[in-house]
Protein backbone atom coordinates (compact mmCIF):
# COMPACT_ATOMS: atom_id res chain seq x y z
CA UNK A 1 0.00 0.00 0.00
CA UNK A 2 1.31 3.45 -0.93
CA UNK A 3 1.85 6.35 1.42
CA UNK A 4 -0.56 8.99 0.89
CA UNK A 5 0.68 12.22 -0.92
CA UNK A 6 1.35 15.46 1.62
CA UNK A 7 -0.26 17.49 -1.49
CA UNK A 8 -3.50 16.56 -3.11
CA UNK A 9 -2.84 18.86 -5.77
CA UNK A 10 -0.25 20.91 -7.36
CA UNK A 11 -1.94 24.44 -6.42
CA UNK A 12 -1.94 23.36 -2.64
CA UNK A 13 1.59 22.74 -2.98
CA UNK A 14 2.09 25.67 -4.88
CA UNK A 15 -0.19 27.62 -2.49
CA UNK A 16 2.12 26.36 0.41
CA UNK A 17 5.21 27.22 -1.16
CA UNK A 18 4.25 30.78 -1.45
CA UNK A 19 3.47 30.88 2.14
CA UNK A 20 7.14 30.12 2.58
CA UNK A 21 8.71 32.82 0.31
CA UNK A 22 6.05 35.17 1.69
CA UNK A 23 7.03 34.82 5.60
CA UNK A 24 11.26 34.00 5.13
CA UNK A 25 13.09 36.71 4.30
CA UNK A 26 16.24 34.09 3.61
CA UNK A 27 14.95 31.04 1.81
CA UNK A 28 16.71 27.75 1.78
CA UNK A 29 16.38 24.85 0.05
CA UNK A 30 16.40 23.15 3.46
CA UNK A 31 14.06 25.86 4.84
CA UNK A 32 12.00 25.09 1.92
CA UNK A 33 11.78 21.09 2.68
CA UNK A 34 11.01 21.78 6.44
CA UNK A 35 8.38 24.18 5.56
CA UNK A 36 6.64 21.97 2.79
CA UNK A 37 6.67 19.01 5.80
CA UNK A 38 9.36 16.86 4.31
CA UNK A 39 11.96 15.19 6.64
CA UNK A 40 14.46 16.09 4.68
CA UNK A 41 16.48 18.21 1.93
CA UNK A 42 16.62 14.77 -0.29
CA UNK A 43 12.96 13.82 -0.17
CA UNK A 44 12.05 17.34 -1.45
CA UNK A 45 14.22 16.63 -4.28
CA UNK A 46 13.34 13.14 -4.68
CA UNK A 47 9.53 14.41 -5.03
CA UNK A 48 10.59 16.62 -7.71
CA UNK A 49 12.12 13.51 -9.63
CA UNK A 50 9.14 11.14 -9.41
CA UNK A 51 6.27 13.15 -9.09
CA UNK A 52 5.82 14.38 -12.47
CA UNK A 53 2.62 16.36 -11.67
CA UNK A 54 4.37 18.17 -8.67
CA UNK A 55 8.22 18.49 -10.31
CA UNK A 56 7.37 21.79 -11.88
CA UNK A 57 6.42 23.51 -8.54
CA UNK A 58 9.31 22.53 -7.03
CA UNK A 59 11.86 23.26 -9.33
CA UNK A 60 10.30 27.18 -9.88
CA UNK A 61 10.64 26.86 -5.97
CA UNK A 62 13.85 25.82 -6.24
CA UNK A 63 15.05 28.87 -8.80
CA UNK A 64 13.67 31.18 -6.64
CA UNK A 65 15.91 30.02 -3.61
CA UNK A 66 18.96 30.28 -6.56
CA UNK A 67 17.79 33.33 -7.50
CA UNK A 68 17.92 34.75 -3.70
CA UNK A 69 21.65 33.67 -3.77
CA UNK A 70 21.96 35.40 -6.91
CA UNK A 71 21.02 38.37 -6.11
CA UNK A 72 23.54 38.46 -3.39
CA UNK A 73 26.36 38.52 -5.35
CA UNK A 74 25.98 42.43 -5.69
CA UNK A 75 26.81 42.48 -2.49
CA UNK A 76 30.46 43.02 -0.99
CA UNK A 77 29.77 40.06 1.35
CA UNK A 78 29.10 37.13 -0.65
CA UNK A 79 31.11 34.44 0.07
CA UNK A 80 28.13 32.47 1.31
CA UNK A 81 26.23 32.85 -1.44
CA UNK A 82 28.97 32.03 -4.14
CA UNK A 83 28.92 28.72 -1.71
CA UNK A 84 25.40 27.61 -2.08
CA UNK A 85 25.02 28.86 -5.74
CA UNK A 86 27.83 26.21 -6.51
CA UNK A 87 25.27 23.46 -4.42
CA UNK A 88 22.92 24.52 -7.66
CA UNK A 89 25.77 23.41 -10.16
CA UNK A 90 27.51 26.98 -10.60
CA UNK A 91 31.22 26.55 -11.24
CA UNK A 92 33.54 29.02 -9.80
CA UNK A 93 36.73 27.92 -12.33
CA UNK A 94 38.87 29.56 -15.51
CA UNK A 95 38.69 27.63 -18.54
CA UNK A 96 41.42 28.18 -21.10
CA UNK A 97 41.11 27.19 -24.68
CA UNK A 98 44.39 26.77 -26.98
CA UNK A 99 44.77 25.40 -30.46
CA UNK A 100 46.75 25.22 -32.84
CA UNK A 101 49.38 22.57 -33.60
CA UNK A 102 52.59 22.22 -31.30
CA UNK A 103 55.23 19.44 -32.36
CA UNK A 104 56.45 17.51 -29.71
CA UNK A 105 59.51 15.97 -30.57
CA UNK A 106 60.52 12.96 -28.14
CA UNK A 107 63.63 11.07 -28.35
CA UNK A 108 63.89 7.92 -26.53
CA UNK A 109 67.32 6.42 -26.42
CA UNK A 110 68.57 3.12 -23.98
CA UNK A 111 71.42 2.95 -22.56
CA UNK A 112 72.87 -0.11 -20.90
CA UNK A 113 74.15 -0.33 -17.61
CA UNK A 114 77.52 -1.84 -17.57
CA UNK A 115 76.89 -3.43 -14.06
CA UNK A 116 73.54 -5.48 -15.42
CA UNK A 117 71.79 -4.40 -12.43
CA UNK A 118 74.46 -5.81 -10.00
Avoid at 9 to 38: C, M, Q, R, W
Avoid at 96 to 112: C, D, F, L, R
Wanted: proline residues 3%.
Amino acid sequence: MARPKKYQSVKDLEKKIDSYFKDNDHPTITGLALHLGFTSRMALIRIEGYEKEFSDAIKKAKLRVEQFYENHLLNSNCAGAIFALKNFDWKDKKESEISGEVPINVKISYVESKNNGK
